[in-house]
Each structure stands twice: as C-alpha cells, then as structure tokens.
C-alpha cells in the first residue's frame, strides 16, 4: 500500500516520514530506514534515496544516506558534511524523521534533533517508505528490530 501512493520530490511538494523503533543487540546487524527506491540496504542499488543506516563494521553511528541521480553521499557525524554523530546502541528506542522541504533538502531528525541536511534531491521522483534490518557476518544469527511506528505526510506542491 505504501508504494501505491505517490511520495514525490516534486517541484515544492513536502514529504515528511518518520518511524519509532527500538534496537536490541546490535552486534551483526544492518539496519536501514527512511525513502528509497527498492526494498534493499545497499546504497549504490538506489539512484535516488534519503535514508539512516547502520552497519557494525562500517561505523557505530547512524550514517545519513542521501543520494542524487546515483551520486551518493553517506555523512557520518564527524565528517566534514556538517553531520552530528549519534552513536547506535543496545536496547534504545529511536525516533527517527526525513522531512523534505519546498527546495527538495532532505533534514535527518533523531529524538527530536536536527542532525545533518542533505542536498537537493532529483526532482519528481516518487519514493517509497521502508524500515529493513538483516544479519551480517558469517555466524550472524536471528536479529531483532521492533518497528513500533511509522507514519508518512506530504503537503502537495501548488
């Protein structure tokens, strides 16, 4: 049903997104959440996307992925992108947020925080809404990701 709806990056159309979940063990787990094209975590499958990631071995923070026209930027707090670093832990609820503005700027929002802007997206795309989470690893095991909300907004571009 999500990706029957239209989600655009048209013109000063509005999208905002944002979901409510909880990490248990983080050990060996990818997770991804936010408006992509396919279903997928890795971020080169997506020419266009606006989303947070995380993965163990690549770093213990959300990573912010943003990517225009197949040009893909993945700012970790630190960086010199002007991200803020937010450490993914154990056993945490996460209220994370995309909010794209008139001029196509993705802002990424955790608990409420402003923690990186992004550039312009690729006008008129229609994106798709997902939340993922999958093992790593050779001896990955059953991972656990609780999805307690999601929600999704647009104000149409007049």
Not at 34 to 58: C, I, M, W, Y
Not at 103 to 109: D, K, S, T, W, Y
Not at 123 to 130: E, G, Q, S
Not at 132 to 149: D, P
Request: charged residues 15%; glycine residues 8%.
């Amino acid at each position: 049903a999500w990706a029957q709806t239209v989600w655009p990056t048209t013109g000063t159309a509005q999208v905002v997104w944002q979901c409510l979940i909880g990490t248990k063990t983080i050990v060996k787990t990818e997770i991804w959440a936010g408006l992509k094209l396919t279903n997928t975590p890795a971020t080169a499958t997506d020419d266009n996307q606006v989303h947070f990631r995380f993965l163990a071995s690549e770093s213990a923070n959300w990573i912010y992925v943003s990517s225009r026209a197949g040009v893909d930027v993945a700012a970790i707090g630190g960086t010199t992108t002007g991200a803020k670093a937010v450490a993914v832990a154990d056993e945490t609820k996460w209220h994370l947020m995309i909010a794209i503005d008139e001029n196509r700027l993705p802002h990424f929002f955790i608990n409420g925080r402003l923690v990186y802007t992004g550039a312009a997206l690729t006008t008129a795309i229609n994106l798709i809404p997902y939340i993922g989470v999958k093992a790593t690893g050779a001896s990955a095991g059953a991972v656990v990701l609780n999805a307690y909300a999601t929600a999704i907004s647009r104000i149409p571009a007049l």
